[in-house]
Structure formats: structure tokens, C-alpha cells
């Protein structure tokens, strides 16, 4: 079992950066591939980014590419999603998940856990 909390949300204008946080607790973290999603209103959750268990591989959806960044340490049981040059479409609740899935992927069905989500809310 993997507990996740996540954190670093809010509101920002257009153009600006947040940084999210999520923090995992139970068994060890460093056994599982990462991701982050995000559901904004009237829409289905959507892949953002993916990171292995080492934080070596990661992956991204086309719409985040470049402006996006995860990284995870270990170490303090954290991954990170480091959100820049933000865009009014980028406004959702967030979600962290782990799963068991060695192979990155974009496939919500394959993470087991998820954390509570953090809302992200960007003005124009």
C-alpha cells in the first residue's frame, strides 16, 4: 500500500510557474514508476508525466512538452512536477498515482494508487 499526498497548488497568472509536490508514505517509493494527471472540469483525467523508479526515464503528453518537468528523490519519498510558462488550459486538479508497471505509461488503469489531488488554477 502506497499513500499519497500532494501538495503546491494554486493560482497563477498566465505565463507563471508552480511547483508541485506529492508526497508518498508505506511501502517503499522507490519500487514504483510515478505519474502525475489532471481532470479539469466536464473533462476525463488526463497523462501529464511519468517518471521511473530511479527517475532516469520520463515521459510526457505532447501538450506539457517542454514546459514541464518531473523529477522524483527518493531519498524524501517526493516526486515533483515543476510547471512553467503556464497556460489557462493547464487549469485542473492534479493527481499523483503509482503503479506497478515497469514500462512508463500513459494508461490511468494501470496505476494502483492515487493521492487526493491539488488544484491548479491559472488566470488570463
Known amino acids: 500500500q502506497v499513500q499519497l499526498v500532494e501538495s503546491g497548488g494554486g493560482l497563477v497568472q498566465a505565463g507563471g510557474s508552480l511547483r508541485l509536490s506529492c508526497a508518498a508514505s508505506g511501502r517503499t517509493f522507490s519500487s514504483y514508476p510515478m505519474g502525475w494527471f489532471r481532470q479539469a472540469p466536464g473533462k476525463e483525467r488526463e497523462f501529464v508525466a511519468a517518471i521511473s523508479r530511479g527517475g532516469v526515464s520520463t515521459y510526457y503528453a505532447d501538450s506539457v512538452k517542454g514546459r514541464f518537468t518531473i523529477s522524483r528523490d527518493n531519498a524524501k519519498n517526493t516526486v515533483y512536477l515543476q510547471m512553467n510558462s503556464l497556460k489557462p488550459e493547464d487549469t485542473a486538479v492534479y493527481y499523483c498515482?503509482?503503479?506497478?508497471?515497469?514500462?512508463?505509461?500513459?494508461?490511468?488503469?494501470?496505476?494502483?494508487?492515487w493521492g487526493q489531488g491539488t488544484q491548479v488554477t491559472v488566470s488570463s
Open positions: 498515482a503509482a503503479t506497478s508497471q515497469m514500462t512508463l505509461t500513459n494508461n490511468n488503469s494501470r496505476y494502483a494508487y
